[in-house]
C-alpha cells in the first residue's frame, strides 16, 4: 500500500465535498445573518453555525490527509 | 401562550449551551473513525482498512435502518412538542457522527477498491456504486445537513417554530430511511465485487 505519493482522485472528490459544504454553510449563514438584522434570532445561532462549520472543516482536513498517505 | 409553546420558549433559552454540548460530544465521536482510517492508512494495514470500511459502512446501514424502520413510528405518536424535544437532542448528536461515518466509509472503500485493482471506472458494477454513492452524497449534503443546520437556527430563536422544527426533523428520519434502502443495495453491489 502507499506507492504513490497521493490518491489524486480521492483528493479531488473531498475538495468537491468540501465545496458543497461551503456553498451550503454560506448560503444558510446569508440567511441567518439576515434574521439576525432582522431581529428575529439571537447571535447565538450564528455561533452554533460557526461551529458547526468549524468542526466539518477539521473532519475534511483530517481526511484530506487520508489522500496524502493511500 | 399555550402550554406547548411555553415549554418550548423556555427550553431555549438553555438550549444553546445544551446544543453546544451535543455538539461536542458528536465531534469527538466523529472523530474516531476519521482517526482509525488515517492510522489504517498510515500503517498500511490492508486487513484494518478493511475493517473500518466494513464497520463503518455497517453503522451507517444500521443507524439509516433504526431511523427508518423504528424512529418514524415513534415519532409519529408524538405530539409537537415532544418531536421538538427529541430534534433538539437527535439533531446536535448526530450532526458530526454520520457525515463522519458516511465519509470515512466511502473513502476507505475507495482505497480499498483501489488497493484491490477493482476500481474500474467502466465496471458497471463500479458505475452502480458510483451512482448510489452520488445519491447518498446527494441526500446528505443537500438535505440532512441544511435541514439539521436550520434546526438549530429554529432553536436558537427566542420563540422557535416547533412546527417547522418538527417538520424538518420528520424529513430527516424518513429521508434515513429511504438512504437504508439505497445503503442496502449499495452492500449488495459490494458483495458481489468482493466474491466475483
Do not use: C
Not at chain 2, 466523529?30 to 492510522?39: Q, S
Not at chain 2, 435502518?65 to 405518536?77: D, E, P, Q, S
Amino acid at each position: 500500500m502507499g506507492e504513490r505519493l497521493m490518491n489524486l482522485g480521492a483528493l479531488f472528490a473531498i475538495l468537491i465535498f468540501f465545496l458543497v459544504l461551503l456553498g451550503i454553510f454560506g448560503a444558510i449563514y446569508f440567511s441567518a445573518s439576515k434574521a439576525i438584522r432582522h431581529g428575529e434570532m439571537p447571535k447565538d445561532g450564528l455561533h452554533v453555525l460557526k461551529l458547526a462549520f468549524l468542526g466539518h472543516i477539521v473532519i475534511f482536513l483530517l481526511l484530506i490527509i487520508t489522500a496524502f498517505l493511500a | 401562550m399555550t402550554k406547548n409553546e411555553s415549554t418550548i420558549e423556555a427550553g431555549s433559552s438553555m438550549s444553546f449551551v445544551y446544543t453546544k454540548s451535543l455538539l461536542l460530544w458528536s465531534f469527538v465521536i466523529a472523530l474516531i473513525p476519521v482517526f482509525a482510517l488515517i492510522i489504517s492508512l498510515a500503517v498500511k494495514s490492508f486487513y484494518l482498512l478493511q475493517y473500518i470500511h466494513v464497520l463503518t459502512g455497517g453503522t451507517w446501514t444500521g443507524f439509516d435502518l433504526f431511523m427508518g424502520l423504528v424512529m418514524t413510528r415513534v415519532m409519529k405518536n408524538l405530539d409537537t412538542a415532544a418531536r421538538v424535544e427529541v430534534a433538539k437532542r437527535l439533531t446536535p448528536t448526530t450532526f458530526f457522527i454520520m457525515p463522519s461515518l458516511a465519509s470515512v466509509a466511502i473513502a476507505s472503500g475507495i482505497y480499498l477498491a483501489s488497493e484491490m485493482d477493482i476500481f474500474n471506472i467502466y465496471s458497471p458494477w463500479i458505475i452502480a456504486a458510483g451512482i448510489v454513492v452520488i445519491i447518498l452524497s446527494g441526500q446528505g449534503f443537500g438535505i440532512f445537513m441544511p435541514n439539521g443546520l436550520r434546526i438549530f437556527i429554529e432553536l436558537s430563536k427566542p420563540k422557535p417554530d416547533s412546527e417547522k422544527i418538527s417538520r424538518l426533523n420528520m424529513q430527516n428520519i424518513r429521508l434515513a430511511g429511504s438512504q437504508a434502502f439505497f445503503q442496502v443495495a449499495l452492500i449488495l453491489i459490494m458483495a458481489h465485487l468482493a466474491v466475483y
